[in-house]
């Protein structure tokens, strides 16, 4: 059954199948319950599924986490919602510490099936801490695996996948994509696996290279690019840890030019990652260095000035402008 | 007396504690705190004389350990010199559903579990790092971020009320164990919260002994940690540390409670780290030989063979019995620590994702060559 529903919508579906497929998975966060969470993607569950199997916690993010790491290891598969990205910092040490460790710490012998649900990035009009972009904090830590979903249809089959996957994922969704429509059918088994970056628009002349809220930005400014006469191929990442930059290097091998674009600063971040092994697999096909579009490497500034921090149509097509001009 | 104090204890810090074999070896029939809770033991002669054995069995093997450690046999060592009736008095208090999480020193605990004392030394020694299976022990892996584990409880409590393992005498329960210095950890208090609002089956074990590496209680509270359960909307009881007869009584009566479905109980073990807080750590620095002395007066050892003689449920034979015993397990240890293997270099990569990653495969895969091609060289 196909419908024309919003991210947001996806992912509640997405959810909805994953409690119905298996009883061991339960939901946890503040305010995911009655409410159906700040976002509403949480919207109906506690209703139908009842209050231990999407729970309503404490207002506390170590808790959370904490506490869903004695879930798991009694066998339950916790999704946590950890509320706004800026929020997650109280719970990062039992991330780190914990989540990503308590696999390798006992070889092999404790799973900790967790996803952690993140909105994440800006664009909304937020105050502090409600904006923020902190996946290479996550994608840093080996033994997290760390995705975010650009479009409907990934986020419903995504969010399916990270829970019945036994590793222990940070799954962003791009909130202010939360609203787009797109179509998905809600029957279907995925198309994709999980950790696998995908071609979202086949072009010749250069590789744009976005994940999350930043793959709509990317494939605007290929549109407009595209009416320039310039023919931008767009890769969504989809898996932030591990990356999968196989289709990466097979089309900069093509295009010879390569622009990364994230909303998170760029110091340090997935861009700087993702040049580099550029570099090391393409460099003899590269006409110009990988560049990047990204947030500045200041502190999520205010919301009337955001539209300027964020990486945008223009700055993307900048980019290539100066890729083409090197 | 506030709710949880207890009336005895001529040695007893302000509130009391339940206490139910003094120093000297005297036995308390009974103890009924200011809850109105009354506290006593029903052991047999065997059970008694068990007790010492255990006691005496994880002081030698802790004392095998540290010998092990002067030796450059291990890296660290956490002694747990000292606490032996915190220890074995909870531990063996657990029945054998009963899930236990550990901080770094609950080696007295992992051998009430009848686990092979051998199990942690992997991660002392530094062939890995602890690795066992927490639900085939019940005794989940070594938490070294200090307070961590007590959260990890609290879920795992809540999921026995999921399963609906609580509410009859069969029931399951937890225990998470943790220290004085734990209490100030943000994680520790949230544990307390999430804890009384989800009526966990469990039972939080605090051994106080009264440093948190140099730092004394003193830095940690304002009031006796017990009391601090009140807040949390539980009961918090305090017990002689150095007792295991309280130790086991307090501790089996709180987790039948929980199993009970009566939710969880803060326990507070009044004890002393007679040793460092580590092999690495130097206590002269921090406090003086007169209050280390004043404890050795409480040990929990002695107390026990004073109350076996005076009963004569222990003589001379006995006593060098149960030394002989503890002698051979230390050597057998001995001997197999000092024959664990090094891992190979390569296993690092071993046990990252359940599902693996083609990224790290690739990692392995290079250094696997690299490691390779000094074979027949003499680097």
């Keep these: ?326 | 007396m506030a709710n949880g104090d207890s009336p005895v204890g001529a040695d007893a810090p302000a509130g009391g504690f339940v206490q139910l074999l003094t120093p000297d070896g005297e036995r308390i029939d009974s103890v009924t705190t200011a809850d109105g809770i009354t506290y006593s033991v029903d052991f047999t002669d065997d059970e008694y004389r068990e007790l010492y054995k255990d006691l005496v069995t994880v002081r030698r093997l802790d004392a095998e350990a540290t010998a092990l450690q002067r030796q450059g046999e291990l890296g660290i060592w956490a002694s747990l010199l000292g606490q032996e009736a915190a220890q074995v008095g909870s531990g063996r208090a657990l029945r054998p559903q009963d899930m236990a999480f550990p901080t770094y020193r609950e080696h007295g605990v992992l051998y009430t579990r009848g686990i092979d004392p051998i199990m942690p030394f992997g991660l002392f020694r530094g062939v890995d790092q602890g690795g066992w299976d927490a639900n085939k022990y019940k005794f989940n892996g070594y938490t070294i971020v200090i307070g961590s584990q007590t959260l990890h409880a609290t879920g795992y409590a809540m999921g026995v009320t999921m399963d609906g393992k609580t509410g009859s005498p069969d029931g399951e329960a937890v225990i998470a164990y943790f220290g004085d210095g734990a209490t100030s950890q943000g994680e520790v208090n949230e544990a307390f919260v999430w804890a009384g609002v989800f009526h966990a089956p469990m039972v939080f074990f605090c051994q106080n002994n009264q440093y948190a590496i140099s730092e004394p209680l003193e830095r940690q509270t304002r009031i006796p940690l017990y009391r601090r359960a009140a807040g949390f909307g539980f009961p918090g009881v305090r017990i002689d540390g150095n007792d295991v007869l309280a130790t086991f009584a307090v501790t089996r009566a709180a987790l039948d409670q929980a199993r009970n479905g009566q939710g969880p109980t803060l326990i507070e073990a009044y004890t002393y780290r007679m040793g460092a807080h580590t092999s690495s750590d130097d206590p002269t620095r921090y406090r003086i030989a007169s209050e280390v002395e004043s404890w050795k007066a409480k040990d929990p050892i002695s107390r026990l063979k004073a109350f076996l003689s005076k009963q004569q449920l222990g003589d001379d034979t006995f006593f060098g019995e149960v030394d002989e015993s503890a002698r051979k397990l230390a050597l057998d240890l001995r001997e197999r620590v000092l024959a664990m293997p090094d891992p190979q270099p390569v296993t690092m990569f071993d046990h990252v994702y359940p599902n693996g990653s083609p990224e790290l495969d690739a990692q392995r895969a290079q250094f696997a060559a690299y490691e390779a091609s000094f074979e027949g060289s003499n680097h």
Aim: hydrophobic share 40%.
């Design chain 1, 1 to 326: 059954m196909s419908e024309t529903i919003t991210l947001g919508k996806a992912l509640n579906h997405g959810l909805r199948r994953a409690l119905e497929n298996d009883p061991k998975v339960v939901i946890m966060g503040e305010d995911v319950g009655k409410l159906g969470g700040v976002f509403r993607i949480t919207d109906g569950l506690q209703k139908d599924f009842g209050d231990d199997r999407v729970i309503d916690t404490p207002l506390a993010e170590a808790g959370i986490i904490g506490t869903a790491v004695g879930l798991a290891i009694r066998g339950y598969r916790p999704v946590c919602e950890i509320q706004f990205d800026g929020f997650v910092f109280p719970a990062y040490n039992q991330i780190v510490a914990q989540v990503a460790k308590m696999y390798y710490r006992s070889r092999g012998n404790v799973t900790l099936p967790i996803v952690i649900r993140i909105p994440y990035g800006g664009g909304i009009g937020a105050v502090e801490h409600h904006s923020e972009s902190p996946e290479a904090y996550f994608a840093h830590t080996p033994g997290l695996k760390v995705v975010t979903c650009s479009n409907p249809a990934d986020a419903y089959a995504m969010i399916q996948q990270a829970i019945t996957s036994d590793d222990p994922i940070v799954f962003f969704e791009p909130k202010r994509r939360y609203w787009e429509k797109g179509v998905v059918d809600l029957d279907a088994p995925a198309s994709f696996p999980l950790h696998a970056s995908r071609v979202v628009r086949e072009g010749t002349d250069a590789t744009v290279i976005a994940y999350g809220p930043m793959v709509r930005t990317a494939l605007d400014a290929a549109q407009a690019a595209a009416d320039d006469g310039r023919n931008l191929e767009v890769i969504d990442l989809r898996t932030l840890s591990p990356l999968d930059l196989g289709p990466v290097y097979e089309s900069v091998r093509r295009t010879g030019r390569a622009v990364v674009v994230h909303e998170a600063p760029g110091n340090l971040g997935l861009g700087a990652e993702i040049a580099a092994r550029i570099t090391e697999e393409c460099f003899y096909s590269l006409e110009a260095p990988v560049l990047r579009v990204t947030g500045f490497d200041v502190p999520y500034p205010a919301a009337r000035v955001e539209e300027e921090y964020l990486p945008d149509l223009d700055r993307v097509l900048d980019a290539v402008d100066r890729s083409f001009g090197w």
